[in-house]
């Protein structure tokens, strides 16, 4: 890709990539442990992970934080807040500061490969289309300023929502 940086969709579930340096929480604001994405990743992490997490919250909607990985196979995982579709607005520019704060942070620890769910698109409601929309032309905008982050990728739970964000993807490329 023109700009260093690789992004990757993949079907798959956040709590298992292995290979990756971070992987990205869609977090509650008090970073408990939760359900959905955040439920597997502590499930995977233990319960130390919501130790460290808690101390750091509440975070408000499009603001990020990291802790360790603990028992994931990752060195860290960063909190994102989303917002709450219908309810904290305007909900584009909130979801897009998640992914922007998110990538910041894993600048800011020389972080080289990160894995992001889709914020928002379950419990908090944010329709499919629309967040898929924000997600991919915020990720492919914020490229040109990643210095560390080689390698961006998307893990999405079903194969609708994969399709869903390889045609935003390709809209934006
Ligand atoms: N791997 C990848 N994607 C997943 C996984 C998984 N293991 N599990 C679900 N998804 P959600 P939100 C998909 O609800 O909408 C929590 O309770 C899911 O199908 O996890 O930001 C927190 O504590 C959906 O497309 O996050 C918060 O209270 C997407 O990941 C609240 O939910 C996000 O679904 C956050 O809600």
């Not at 990756?20 to 929480?25: C, G, K, L, Q």
């Not at 309810?87 to 020389?110: G, I, M, Q």
């Amino acid at each position: 890709m023109k700009s260093g940086v690789e992004i990757e969709l993949i079907q798959g579930d956040i709590a298992n990539q292995p290979d990756t340096t971070a992987i990205v929480n869609a977090a509650n604001a008090q970073l408990r442990k939760g359900g959905g994405v955040a439920g597997a990743i502590h499930r995977a992490a233990g319960p130390e992970l919501e130790k460290e997490a808690v101390p750091l919250g509440p975070i408000e909607p499009g603001q990020a934080v990291i802790t360790g990985g603990h028992n994931l196979p990752n060195r860290y995982v960063i909190h994102c807040l989303g917002p709450v579709y219908g309810v904290n607005r305007p909900e584009a520019e909130l979801l897009a500061n998640c992914y922007r704060n998110a990538l910041k942070l894993a600048e800011r620890y020389e972080i080289d490969s990160i894995a992001f769910p889709a914020i928002s698109t379950g419990i908090f409601g944010y329709p499919l289309e629309e967040a898929a929309k924000v997600a991919m032309k915020t990720i492919v905008e914020s490229r040109a300023d990643l210095k560390y982050v080689k390698k961006i990728r998307f893990v999405l739970y079903d194969k609708k929502t994969l399709q869903v964000h390889e045609r935003y993807l390709k809209e934006n490329l």
